[in-house]
């Protein structure tokens, strides 16, 4: 089965079946039973990629035993087609490189080298593919491993300076014990015209520890473009800062060698505790060079964005928040924010005294916070960042005013109002409340604000504001939610009373996402929710989508205390609309109880408490001329209660009286599910196919077929349900016992 699967031409079928298949001779433990099957899997590294993934995937994690039983075509295979196909993804590449790993590992520790040789080749052709995003790491074997690794390399594999350059890479924690590999790559370093596979070989080269400082130290002597690898880089921050000196001067000159044939503008990154550590010259020239790189009008923006975001010196980045292209000046406002957090408690720094020739911070970032854009955004940011360490009092000066002018950019007032929600206090709140109510308020800082007053609904004041302003839709839909949002569980009555409120005083479309989150607020010991969705289901002033909407929720709440009553007065009002002498009035009705009925599309899987609520549906359908959907409504339904293990006499009567008067009413076309696992589900559906077979109807008869069909196949066909077959081959009607007859039930 899982073979027919595999070779199917739907694809998510076939990545199913082929980690399937792997899994079951995984399972069955032998190792030439699973080499055969996955040799067989040929097929899936041809494959589409969600296909060869999930084969990859699940071989990866085999035993290392039934791995070792793999012949090497094909891991061959496996590894070569992944990365030939252009539809291989990292995840895929990754799977492979699992793969090859541990079939090394298992390799080595059986004493295979030569397996383990050729595995580690391929796993060089995987991690040099540059869809593998994850950077490779070597293998996990010891040093004697490492060599005979090496001296089983073949010739071919020697030759090639990128393959060699990979395998060192996977064993460059020994690489110092493998001489000629060793050789070789720094001779690759030094001398290969590929600047790619020139840093690659560098990187590897200084790999081994306790050589490393030397190592690199040499590179740099040789070809101060080393110095760029970040491998490289790290050691001489950290280790040997004794050159960094020449590296710095060197530095302005674009470091043009090996590995960067141009000269480019350079902004690496250094953790800040690194450069603290270094000399105050070094320092210094650290970030002259990043000042120099971040004005330089000739320079990419990334790079000089880059060289802004390192800066601390105030007035230099004041400079470049005013003149420099945005992207730069973003970085310079938020280095800005970075550069005057570890002053803020020196309040003269901040506020009065004012940076060499520039303005005091915080108004920096407060003037450009109102020019709104991408410099806006920036420096609204970095105000926050800055906020939140200052006192609560500090902060509500600087952001209220903000957050209420009406000439100020959106973006910042936004910013704003998002920075005095994170505040605590009455007084950020009353903030927020003035900013609401402040004139000409854009409708997205209202949005804002409100999906921070929302939070707040039980307070006086905050409903009334909230409701007037529902009509916006970027505020409805920050107010309106189910539970993902803000609201508290502690202040789900005050929230709902609110959804409530909003139901009777707001416009169509607030009213049709009102009806859609109110049940996720539903209380089971409360009919509030459910009383107000039949007030919008019944009330003739609502709109058709408007009722529609709470008639698709309102069947499938809680009932409560009292909404079986509930339900059943809102039907009989609906029906004695639909039996109306006013024509407008009855045919509204008549829709409304068809939009109910439409809803009702699950009815089969009803519990066992909507069950009455249902049938009087079925009754006021009935009694406005809607037969043909009370037939409907009333077939799911007893099929309901039968998963339910009841068959109501009652209901299967009403049910025939409508179908068998106009056997339309009611397609039998297609089989129906029923959940009839219990036992006793299984008798009330073997009661209830009984119930019908005995009425002897043509009617009764088919339905009594399907049921005893679902029940047949749902128990294995027992002897029971064949009886009941047996008897409707002896049916009246011709067409049922002739149905009976062709049945195919796979039995003798």
Same mark, same amino acid.
């Given at each position: 089965m899982l073979r027919a699967l595999a070779e199917g031409h739907r694809a998510h079928l076939r990545a199913l079946a082929w980690p399937a298949l792997l899994a079951c001779a995984e399972l069955e433990g032998d190792p030439d039973e699973f080499a055969r099957v996955v040799g067989d899997c040929e097929r899936a590294w041809h494959d589409q990629d969600e296909v060869r993934r999930a084969a990859l995937e699940q071989l990866s994690g085999a035993p290392g035993r039934l791995l070792a039983a793999l012949p090497d075509r094909v891991l061959r295979d496996a590894a070569v087609t992944t990365v030939q196909s252009r539809d291989s993804t990292a995840g895929t590449l990754a799977a492979a490189d699992t793969l090859l790993r541990r079939a090394?590992?298992?390799?080595?520790?059986?004493?295979?080298?030569?397996?383990?040789?050729?595995?580690?080749?391929?796993?060089?052709?995987?991690?040099?593919?540059?869809?593998?995003?994850?950077?490779?790491?070597?293998?996990?074997?010891?040093?004697?491993?490492?060599?005979?690794?090496?001296?089983?390399?073949p010739p071919e594999t020697r030759a090639r300076a990128d393959l060699r350059v990979h395998l060192a890479a996977l064993l460059a924690p020994h690489l110092d014990a493998l001489p000629d590999l060793d050789a070789l790559v720094r001779q690759t370093a030094l001398e290969d015209d590929d600047p790619q596979l020139a840093a690659r070989a560098a990187a590897t080269w200084v790999a081994p520890?306790?050589?490393?400082?030397?190592?690199?130290?040499?590179?740099?002597?040789?070809?101060?473009?080393?110095?760029?690898?970040?491998?490289?880089?790290?050691?001489?921050?950290?280790?040997?800062?004794?050159?960094?000196?020449? /590296?710095?001067?060197?530095?302005?000159?674009?470091? !043009? $060698?090996? #590995? +960067?044939? @141009? &000269? %480019?503008?350079?902004?690496?990154?250094?953790?800040?505790?690194?450069?603290?550590?270094?000399?105050?010259?070094?320092?210094?020239?650290?970030?002259?060079?990043?000042?120099e790189v971040a004005q330089d009008p000739h320079a990419p923006l990334r790079a000089r964005a880059d060289a802004a975001a390192h800066l601390r010196d105030p007035s230099l980045l004041t400079a470049?928040?005013?003149?420099?292209?945005?992207?730069?000046?973003?970085?310079?406002?938020?280095?800005?924010?970075?550069?005057?957090?570890?002053?803020?408690?020196?309040?003269?720094?901040?506020?009065?005294?004012?940076?060499?020739?520039?303005?005091?911070? /915080?108004?920096?970032?407060?003037?450009?916070?109102? !020019? $709104?854009? #991408? +410099?806006? @955004? &920036? %420096?609204?940011?970095?105000l926050r960042s800055l906020l939140k360490a200052l006192p609560e009092r500090d902060a509500l000066m600087l952001l209220a005013p903000v957050a209420c002018a009406a000439d100020t950019p959106v973006g910042s007032r936004k910013e704003a109002a998002r920075a005095l929600a994170e505040l605590p206090g009455e007084a950020a709140h009353d903030a927020l409340v003035s900013a609401w109510d402040a004139p000409r308020q854009h409708r997205d800082v209202r949005a804002v604000l409100a999906l921070a007053l929302v939070a707040t609904i039980d307070r006086p004041g905050i409903a009334d504001r909230l409701l007037r302003g529902a009509t916006e839709p970027a505020v409805r839909e920050a107010i309106v939610h189910t539970r993902v949002g803000p609201v508290r569980d502690s202040m789900t009555q005050a929230y709902r009373t609110f959804l409530t409120r909003l139901l009777k005083e707001t416009d169509d479309e607030t009213a049709v996402a009102v009806c859609r989150a109110l049940p996720a607020w539903c209380a089971p010991d409360s009919d509030d929710v459910l009383r107000a969705l039949v007030a919008v289901a019944v009330d003739p002033a609502r709109s058709r989508r408007q009722w529609n909407a709470a008639a698709r929720e309102l069947i499938w709440l809680p009932l409560g205390p009292s909404g079986l009553r509930v339900l059943a007065d809102a039907f009989q009002e609906l029906r004695q609309r639909g039996i109306a002498a006013d024509r407008q009035v009855r045919e509204d009705a008549v829709r409304r109880l068809a939009g109910i009925a439409d809803a009702l599309s699950r009815a089969q899987h009803a519990t066992v408490e909507t069950l009455p609520v249902i049938d009087e549906l079925a009754a006021a359908l009935c009694a406005v001329g809607l037969r043909r959907g009370a037939a409907r409504l009333l077939w799911d339904t007893c099929l309901a209660a039968l998963r339910h293990g009841r068959c109501d006499r009652e209901r299967w009567e009403g049910l025939l009286s409508l179908v068998e008067e106009r056997p339309e009413r009611l397609a039998l076309s297609g089989e129906p599910y029923l959940d009839v696992d219990a036992p006793r589900a299984r008798s009330a559906l073997l009661n209830a196919a009984r119930l019908l077979r005995e009425r002897g109807t043509p009617v009764s008869g088919l339905m009594a077929l399907t049921l005893v069909n679902a029940g047949g196949q749902a128990a294995s066909w027992e002897d029971a349900w064949m009886g009941e077959l047996e008897a409707l081959r002896r049916h009246e009607d011709g067409d049922t016992a002739t149905a009976a007859l062709l049945l195919d039930t796979g039995r003798r």
């Open positions: 090394v590992h298992s390799a080595a520790s059986r004493g295979g080298v030569r397996r383990a040789a050729y595995a580690a080749e391929l796993l060089g052709h995987v991690v040099s593919d540059p869809r593998l995003t994850r950077s490779p790491r070597p293998l996990r074997v010891d040093r004697a491993t490492a060599q005979a690794i090496w001296n089983a390399t520890g306790p050589l490393r400082e030397q190592r690199c130290a040499e590179l740099v002597g040789i070809d101060a473009s080393f110095a760029t690898l970040p491998r490289v880089l790290d050691v001489l921050a950290a280790r040997r800062t004794d050159l960094l000196s020449d /590296l710095l001067a060197a530095a302005p000159e674009g470091l !043009t $060698g090996r #590995v +960067r044939p @141009r &000269a %480019a503008a350079w902004t690496p990154r250094l953790r800040a505790g690194v450069v603290g550590r270094w000399l105050p010259a070094q320092r210094h020239a650290w970030e002259a060079h990043h000042a470049l928040a005013d003149t420099a292209p945005q992207p730069v000046a973003a970085a310079a406002l938020g280095a800005l924010g970075s550069a005057m957090e570890p002053l803020l408690g020196d309040q003269h720094t901040v506020y009065g005294a004012a940076t060499p020739g520039s303005e005091p911070v /915080l108004d920096t970032l407060l003037r450009h916070a109102a !020019t $709104g854009g #991408v +410099r806006g @955004r &920036a %420096a609204m940011g970095a």
